[in-house]
């Protein structure tokens, strides 16, 4: 199994508040609207920062974590002519994307639940 892992930071002017509502409730739906979302990945997850008062200040505004059965599945998606056309144009409505991070990898699995 693939995964990315995608670090982002909200771009200049925008609240963490309007990142996080643009990020799910237009630019998710925009992904999910793809056919390539739905036949590709295999799990989609993005965490948002809490409050932890003892710990420094959150280096993102989100982390996206999206698995793939292969490298050639991950490729159909982000080089498809949906994801480059709709999806890709709409990043920077909301994302800095000068401080865009991004990891393609394989997990290894320390401790699985029990």
Not at 9 to 27: A, L, P, S
Not at 89 to 94: A, C, K, R, Y
Request: proline share 7%; glycine share 2%; net charge negative.
């Amino acid at each position: 199994m693939i995964k990315m892992i995608i670090t982002l930071n909200r771009r200049k002017g925008m609240t963490h508040e309007e990142f996080t509502d643009y990020q799910r409730n237009v630019h998710r739906p925009l992904l999910m609207s793809i056919p390539e979302a739905k036949q590709y990945i295999r799990r989609f997850v993005v965490s948002y920062p809490v409050p932890a008062p003892r710990y420094p200040e959150p280096a993102y505004d989100s982390v996206v974590e999206a698995w793939f059965d292969s490298m050639a599945d991950l490729e159909a998606l982000f080089f498809s002519e949906n994801f480059l056309k709709i999806v890709d144009p709409d990043h920077e409505n909301f994302i800095d994307l000068s401080t865009f991070g991004r990891i393609i990898c394989e997990e290894d699995v320390v401790i699985d639940g029990e």
